[in-house]
């Protein structure tokens, strides 16, 4: 399914390494993160190298709704119960900061940039809504709590934060990404200690970031628990009308809804990857209700890492990995998370202190409801009878039949029909 950014893009191509080479610092992933951290890189004066497996923004990046913000569903208020005033208000600066920059970069580049207004509604709770407006006030930030919004549901209202932004995502990372140290079709097969190993040729660097979605060495950082991905799907109609702003549910299996030119970008059906039941067909159900004479012009689906916390994981691989580091787990909000991330790696590799390091921390805790949940899972599927296992560690796999994939409810690796890898971590293709 090409999503509506794919259909109205033309990236640049790069070519595949072949030989060995040195560098200072080797980017693992082609999607935002590693971009905007290459290009931050190439800015502070480094010596880097970027290898993507496919082409550059195939995965992810390609499918999200790209709203860029710091309102990233009702985490002020989770935040500040679970870790207090000062790191909360840090969130927020450092997303408040990638926002900043995607403005000053935004600003040279034609891709669709737009100051929206950003809410998030609740359909029947609204002592929730009235937390989170409290919490953010009381970190010192300004939210206003909204009774009524444009939207064809019924809402108990919205917390709104004035003056965040939307692109086309793909347009922007084609400007960014144009004169960049690119290698495409570089599928890194193994590291040995710092040295990525390709089909064709290898690559030595004295720091390795590892941004593939789902990071993919297991020996380090216990992703395989601290991590699980979560699926969901966007319609773009055409003769829906405006919503003016952008939109998303507090609820996971909500909706999120926001404008490109005269398309409206619905999202929705959203289920932990290879846990499918009816929320595709439920989001279709929607717009097929609501929308009854909307064109629909486009289909796609994205995943998304999510962490134990809702903060990602930015910064070193894990606590005993010396110049290994990753950006992951971010929860549905990759557009601003992934300028975070750059952001902070970039001062870790340039040596600069970063006030944001201990928020973003892969080492931190792990002690949270969600670990014993994912554990459950991959335990549970990985004493599941199938024929069809994930290479990766081993799980169980489930036909998706919206898709016709074959999807690991554990990770969240995606296999086509045949046995092609579609999504990570599993590093390979099914060999039967």
């Known amino acids: 399914m090409q999503s509506l950014w794919q259909s109205t893009s033309e990236l640049p191509h790069f070519k595949r390494l072949e030989g060995n080479i040195k560098t200072d610092a080797l980017i693992i992933g082609g999607g935002i993160a590693g971009i ?23 995965g992810t990046t390609g499918h999200t709704t790209a709203k860029l913000t710091l309102q990233h569903g009702l985490i002020y208020g989770r935040l500040l119960k679970q870790y207090g005033k000062e790191k909360t208000s840090l969130y927020y600066d450092a997303n408040k ?26 359909r029947d709770n609204r002592s929730r809504l009235e937390v989170e407006c409290t919490a953010i006030r009381k970190i010192g930030k300004e939210a206003e709590f909204i009774e009524k919004v ?21 347009k922007f990372l084609s400007e960014i990404a144009k004169n960049l140290n690119i290698y495409e079709h570089t599928f890194v097969r193994e590291m040995i200690g710092n040295k990525a190993v390709t089909d064709l040729g290898t690559i030595s660097a004295k720091n390795v970031i590892v941004t593939t979605h789902f990071p993919f ?26 919503v003016g702003g952008m939109y998303v549910d507090e609820d996971k299996k909500g909706f999120s809804f926001r404008d490109y030119k005269d398309y409206l970008l619905l999202g929705g059906g959203g289920h932990r990857t290879g846990n499918l039941n009816q929320e595709m067909f439920d ?21 998304d890492c999510m962490s134990l916390d809702g903060v990602p994981y930015i910064g070193k691989y894990s606590a005993s990995t010396k110049n290994l580091y990753t950006a992951t787990g971010f929860n549905k909000w990759g557009m601003t998370g992934a300028m975070v991330a750059a952001q902070l790696l970039t001062d870790i590799i340039t040596e600069k202190k970063n006030q944001y390091l201990s928020v973003f921390s892969p ?46 409810p554990c990770h969240g690796s995606r296999f086509s029909r045949k046995g092609i890898l579609l999504d990570n971590p599993a590093n390979g293709d099914l060999k039967n």
């Open 283 to 303: 989001l279709i159900k929607f717009v097929t209700y609501h929308y009854p004479k909307a064109k629909c012009c486009y289909e796609w689906a994205a995943q």
């Open 97 to 122: 900061k990638a926002l900043e920059q995607y403005a000053r970069l935004c600003s040279a580049i034609d891709c669709g940039y737009e100051i929206k207004n950003n809410y998030v509604y609740s």
């Open 217 to 242: 060495i297991n020996k380090h950082g216990s992703y395989f628990l601290k991590l699980y991905q979560h699926r969901s799907y966007v319609i773009a109609l055409r003769g829906a009308g405006s």
């Open 36 to 58: 905007l951290t290459a290009y931050l890189l190439k800015q502070s004066g480094v010596d880097y190298v970027l290898v993507e497996k496919d082409k550059i923004c195939g």
């Open 363 to 408: 080492s931190r805790s792990i002690v949270k409801p969600q670990l014993f949940i994912n554990a459950s899972e991959a335990t549970k599927n990985l004493l599941t009878f199938s024929t069809k296992r994930c290479p990766h560690m081993g799980c169980a796999l489930k036909w998706n039949k919206a898709e016709h994939t074959w999807d690991c």
């Open 150 to 170: 444009p939207l064809p549901i019924k809402t108990a209202g919205a917390v709104c934060i004035k003056e965040q932004a939307q692109f086309h995502p793909l």
